[in-house]
Structure formats: structure tokens, C-alpha cells
């Protein structure tokens, strides 16, 4: 697991999420991100802006799928 934590406002509430990897999708050319609250796991795609990380929410069922069976792959 990697030990970086990732700033989020929601609701224009900062939160703070533990980082718990990334993943490439070539075929569809995007990339994710996985964060943690201690409790649950939470996914996003994500592009950079100049130096800042932007997230953008996941909607499509078959991206969720290809999370899944990656995260699967890696225990």
C-alpha cells in the first residue's frame, strides 16, 4: 500500500484519504485512482492540470468492472 495522502473537497469540506494505488486503463486510455477512508474504498479517474491532480467520478459500470477484477488481481 502506498502511504500518501490525497486532500479532497466535497461539499466545500476538505477530506483526507489514504491512497491505495493507481491503475492504467490503456484500452480506454484513462487512468484512477483508489483512496481510503480506513473504512471504505473509493475510486476516481483522474487527469493532471499542470501541477494539480484532477478527479472526475466514475459512471460507467464497465470502468467500475475493470477496478474490480484489477483489484482482484492484486489481493
Same mark, same amino acid.
Given at each position: 500500500?502506498?502511504?500518501?495522502? %490525497?486532500?479532497?473537497?466535497?461539499?466545500?469540506?476538505?477530506?483526507?484519504?489514504?491512497?491505495?494505488?493507481?491503475?492504467?486503463?490503456?484500452?480506454?486510455?484513462?487512468?484512477?485512482?483508489?483512496?481510503?477512508?480506513?473504512? =471504505?474504498?473509493?475510486?476516481?479517474?483522474?487527469?493532471?492540470?499542470? =501541477?494539480?491532480?484532477?478527479?472526475?467520478?466514475?459512471?460507467?459500470?464497465?470502468?467500475?468492472?475493470? %477496478?474490480?477484477?484489477?483489484?482482484?488481481?492484486?489481493?
Amino acid at each position: 500500500m502506498i502511504d500518501n495522502v %490525497i486532500s479532497i473537497i466535497e461539499n466545500g469540506e476538505t477530506k483526507n484519504y489514504t491512497v491505495y494505488g493507481f491503475l492504467e486503463n490503456k484500452e480506454r486510455k484513462k487512468n484512477y485512482i483508489i483512496y481510503t477512508d480506513g473504512e =471504505n474504498y473509493y475510486a476516481s479517474s483522474y487527469i493532471f492540470n499542470g =501541477n494539480k491532480m484532477v478527479l472526475d467520478e466514475i459512471t460507467d459500470d464497465t470502468e467500475w468492472d475493470y %477496478i474490480d477484477r484489477e483489484l482482484a488481481k492484486n489481493g
